[in-house]
Nanobody, 123 residues
């Protein structure tokens, strides 16, 4: 099983910055993609940013230019640096990891979610 723990959320004024972190642990053989999603009350969960195993990145249009995703391969950690935050960025942010895990029969590919960290941007 894979455990993901997010941190770094909080309350900031519009225009402020936050840096989110997500640490993956458990029976992990290797990690492919790591990403950040967010969900506001009454809304569906949406992709914010994703980073592939080779370091390629993809961002939602709504955050492009204000957000940077990065990862530490040795520490199984993904980060999301958010700048110039807007009230519409307010949501619970979830870490997602696509990985191979160890099982009794070999390796299994799966996706896992963290518990979420709250980001609130006031105007």
């Amino acid at each position: 099983q894979v455990q993901l723990v997010e941190s770094g959320g909080g309350l900031v004024q519009a225009g402020g910055s936050l840096r989110l972190s997500c640490v993956a642990s458990g029976s992990i053989f290797s990690i492919d993609a790591m990403g950040w999603y967010r969900q506001a009350p009454g809304k569906q969960r949406e992709l914010v940013a994703v980073i592939g195993s080779g370091g390629s990145t993809n961002y939602a249009d709504s955050v492009k230019g204000r957000v940077a995703i990065s990862r530490d391969y040795a520490k199984n950690t993904v980060y999301l640096q958010m700048n110039s935050l807007k009230p519409e960025d307010t949501a619970v942010y979830f870490c997602n990891v696509d990985s191979f895990v160890r099982t009794t029969t070999g390796l299994k590919r799966q996706a896992d979610w963290g518990q979420g960290t709250q980001v609130t941007v006031s105007s």
